[in-house]
């Protein structure tokens, strides 16, 4: 078990070895989120506006 001092010293050594993304990627990649999310949820809307368009069409038969 090595003393907290050396540990923290590590600790320290190995966060200077960490590629910190730029200003523009960390942008990039949240706009990219966003539209992904916005693109999934518009695709369940639809996914489940058809099922129940089905699912009320099959019971209307069913009648």
Do not use: C, H, S, Y
Not at 35 to 54: G, P, R, S
């Amino acid at each position: 078990m090595a003393n907290p001092f050396e540990f923290l010293q590590q600790v320290r050594n190995e966060t200077a070895k960490v590629v910190w993304p730029t200003r523009k990627e960390t942008l990039i990649t949240t706009i990219m989120v966003f539209i992904f999310t916005i693109l999934a949820a518009i695709f369940f809307l639809l996914t489940d506006q058809v099922i129940q368009f089905v699912m009320g069409f099959v019971l209307n038969i069913l009648r």
